[in-house]
């Protein structure tokens, strides 16, 4: 590992100096563009209709989440294996984002949910396939071809054992990571989609849980 790697991966004071220099940008783009106005002075508005400090929350998730891929890739090309080494700040970043990320989900929804009682249930199922099913789709895809490819394009398992390994890809990973002709996609793609399932499963309960908030008693037997 080089020295600027390794003293940047494990001084902690670096770290926290790299992260305030983050938030200080941020900080600036912000005062900027609400100087500036038009469309981003819009975005960062409160008086805009999105929640502008979440959206900023989100970016800086979304940094932390990149930052810790960005090292384990580092580790990779180094030595074959996926992992962030000795490092516990970036073994933390990719914790600590995704996990704000669910909290941000799903505080969203349930306000959502408590405005309007309701949600218009094929609408919001399709925006939410159109939104996350291109990438995902064009991401696994490309990882199963390769997957094919490294098998020597040959089939080596049966076709039902084939069509029930492909299933849990095409259900956003719902069923678990599976292995596809004896290749190991979830390596291809170092597992990232494991989020994804736990996503769609929040989205298939949440006609459930507006049944509860739409009523108070319902709602205070939810909250027990």
């Known amino acids: 590992m080089s020295e600027a790697v390794q003293r940047f991966a494990f001084d902690p004071l670096l ?6 220099l983050a938030m200080a940008s941020a900080s600036a783009l912000l005062f900027l563009f609400d100087r500036w106005g038009g469309y981003f002075g819009g975005v960062v508005s409160p008086a805009s209709q999105k929640l502008a400090a979440l ?14 891929h960005a090292y384990c890739w580092y580790f990779f090309t180094q030595y074959g294996v996926w992992t962030t080494g000795n490092s516990v700040i970036f073994a933390r970043l ?39 099913g291109a990438v995902y789709y064009c991401s696994v895809g490309a990882a199963i071809l390769l997957g094919f490819s490294l098998t020597g394009l040959k089939l080596q398992v049966s076709i039902g054992t084939l069509a029930s390994s492909l299933l849990p890809w095409f259900l956003f990973s719902l069923g678990g ?13 170092c597992g990232v989609t494991w989020t994804l399932a736990l996503e769609w499963l929040f989205y298939l309960s949440l ?6 908030s739409r009523n108070a008693r319902r709602l205070f037997f939810y909250a027990l």
Not at 177 to 189: C, G, S
Not at 207 to 212: A, E, I, N, Q, V
């Open 207 to 212: 006609p459930f849980l507006g049944w509860f």
């Open 177 to 189: 990571l599976t292995e596809v002709n004896h290749a190991d996609i979830a390596r291809i793609t």
């Open 15 to 20: 770290a926290a100096f790299a992260f305030a």
């Open 55 to 68: 959206e900023g929350l989100r970016g800086v998730l979304a940094f932390s989440v990149v930052m810790h």
């Open 94 to 132: 990719a914790d600590f984002g995704v996990i704000q990320f669910f909290y941000l989900s799903g505080f969203l929804f349930w306000r959502k949910l408590m405005k309007t009682g309701r949600i218009p249930i094929a609408k919001f199922y399709l925006s939410r396939f159109v939104r996350i």
